[in-house]
C-alpha cells in the first residue's frame, strides 16, 4: 500500500504492508494546491490483531444486519441494574421476554419499569408492556426500543439462564484473578 505524504508539495512515499497495518488519515484542508489539496497531518498505523477479521465498514454492516438468530441473540444484549449486577457479577445478558426493564435512553426514558413482552430479532428491538403509541386509525400498537437502551431490573430466572449467569461470573473472576486493587497494594506497602 502506497501513501503519497503532502506537505504543500509532493514529499515522498511511505509503504506500509496492508496485511498488518490499519491506516488513520486526519485530512486538513488548504489552499496551496490549486484551492482542492489535502495536507494529512498525522499517520498512525495500528496493528490489525487477526488479518482474517475484516476492518472494513460495509462488512461489518452486512454481518451485522443479515446475522442469524442465534447471533442476533448475543447483539440484543441489556444491561442489568446495579443491584443486579452486584447480586450476579455480571455486567449484561441476553434480553428475553418477561424481564423487567427500565428504559434509560431516548424519548420514553425515565417511565416506570415494564415487562417485555416480545424480542423481536428481526428488527433488533423489543417492545414493553406499557410503551405504546396510537395509530391514526385509533389501534394502539408496541413501540420498538433498542435493548441496549433499556436495563434490565428483574430477570426471567430458570435453570439454563442462571447456569449462563453462574458461568458469566466464573470468567470473570478468572479474569479479575490476577489484578491489583488499591486495598491489596496498600497492603503489600
Known amino acids: 500500500?502506497?501513501?503519497?505524504?503532502?506537505?504543500?508539495?509532493?514529499?515522498?512515499?511511505?509503504?506500509?504492508?496492508?496485511?498488518?497495518?490499519?491506516?488513520?488519515?486526519?485530512?486538513?484542508k488548504t489552499t496551496s494546491f490549486s484551492g482542492f489539496g489535502h495536507n494529512v497531518k498525522d499517520i498512525k498505523a495500528k496493528m490489525k490483531f487477526n488479518k482474517m477479521v475484516s476492518s472494513s465498514r460495509r462488512k461489518n454492516r452486512k454481518r451485522?444486519?443479515?446475522?442469524?438468530?442465534?447471533?442476533?441473540?448475543?447483539i440484543m444484549s441489556s444491561a442489568l441494574s446495579k443491584d443486579l449486577r452486584q447480586k450476579y457479577n455480571v455486567r449484561s445478558?441476553?434480553?428475553?421476554?418477561?424481564?423487567?426493564?427500565?428504559v434509560v435512553r431516548g424519548h420514553y426514558k425515565g417511565q416506570q419499569v415494564g415487562k417485555v413482552v416480545q424480542v423481536y430479532r428481526k428488527k433488533f428491538v423489543i417492545y414493553i408492556e406499557r410503551i405504546q403509541r396510537e395509530k391514526a386509525n385509533g389501534a394502539s400498537v408496541h413501540v420498538g426500543i433498542d435493548p441496549s437502551k433499556v436495563v434490565i431490573v428483574k430477570?426471567?430466572?430458570d435453570k439454563d439462564r442462571k447456569r449462563i449467569l453462574e458461568r458469566k461470573a466464573r470468567s470473570r473472576q478468572v479474569a479479575d484473578k490476577g489484578k491489583h486493587t488499591e486495598e491489596t497494594i496498600?497492603?503489600?506497602s
Open 1 to 28: 500500500m502506497d501513501i503519497l505524504v503532502w506537505d504543500g508539495i509532493p514529499s515522498s512515499t511511505i509503504k506500509f504492508p496492508s496485511s498488518y497495518l490499519v491506516i488513520c488519515h486526519t485530512y486538513t
Open 64 to 74: 451485522h444486519f443479515n446475522a442469524p438468530s442465534h447471533v442476533r441473540r448475543k
Open 93 to 102: 445478558v441476553p434480553i428475553r421476554k418477561d424481564d423487567e426493564v427500565q
Open 155 to 157: 430477570l426471567k430466572i
Open 186 to 188: 496498600m497492603e503489600t
